[in-house]
């Protein structure tokens, strides 16, 4: 059984950083790229970053460019995001989720979800 | 980017009765990599269908998608009690892979 478990989140101040790590298991996890989309209290979904499978190629939505890093530790079945420069408007439940195939593709499997609240 | 945009916002219907959600994107979607995805309260979102008309694993057959290029259709033919959720699609074509604001879908 696919299973994706997030954890990191967390209340932290506007300029604060936080990393979010997602464990995750019952497939091969270097085969697939995967995601972090976040959802704001009440609001849609919002793609945030995603990753292929050998970790070699990254995405970015513009607004989180230059502040957040994703990466993924394939040995260790774990995907990553590393939150600098936070600010109030990032404020979401971020999920993991796994793209269909090693470069991409539809998200099959969510884990369900971390909740950042960025706050004085 | 592309932008999507759903349509109607709310759609309130009968249990029985058929709905129709649309997606509509600003530039033609290649290789129609376009998905739906179910969220019901409280819950991380479900695939229903990807490559526009591919049922997702596990779903029932009431849920079909369809269309091409712009334009893109997600239907549930008879509306069951428990597929009260808000209805997204999302297009995986060209980074930044970007979703719709949701169709909201009540049960009468």
């Known amino acids: 059984e696919v299973q994706l478990l997030e954890s990191g989140g967390g209340l932290v101040q506007p300029g604060g950083s936080l990393r979010l790590s997602c464990a995750a298991s019952?497939?091969?996890?270097?085969?697939?790229?995967m995601n972090w989309v976040r959802q704001a209290p009440g609001k849609g979904l919002e793609w945030v970053s995603g990753i292929n499978s050998s970790g070699g190629r990254t995405y970015y939505a513009d607004s989180v460019k230059g502040r957040f890093t994703i990466f993924r530790g394939n040995s260790e079945n774990t995907l990553f995001l590393q939150m600098n420069s936070l600010r109030a408007e990032d404020t979401a439940v971020y999920y993991c989720?796994?793209?269909?195939?090693?470069?991409?593709?539809?998200?099959?499997?969510w884990g369900q979800g971390t909740l950042v609240t960025v706050s004085s | 980017e592309i932008v999507l945009t759903q349509s109607p916002g709310t759609l309130s219907l009968s249990p029985g009765e058929r709905a129709t959600l649309s997606c509509r994107a600003s530039?033609?979607?290649?290789?129609?990599?376009l998905a739906w995805y179910q969220q019901k309260v409280g819950q991380a979102p479900r695939l229903l269908s990807y490559?526009?008309?591919y049922r997702a694993t596990g779903i029932p057959d009431r849920f079909s998608g369809s269309g091409s290029g712009t334009d893109f259709t997600l239907t549930i033919s008879r509306l069951e009690p428990e597929d009260l959720a808000v209805y997204f699609c999302q297009q995986y074509s060209s980074s930044p892979w970007t979703f719709g604001q949701g169709t909201k879908v009540e049960i009468k």
């Open positions: 530039q033609s979607v290649s290789s129609n990599y």
């Open positions: 490559g526009a008309s």
């Open positions: 019952g497939f091969t996890f270097s085969s697939y790229a």
């Open positions: 989720a796994r793209a269909g195939g090693p470069g991409g593709g539809a998200t099959d499997y």
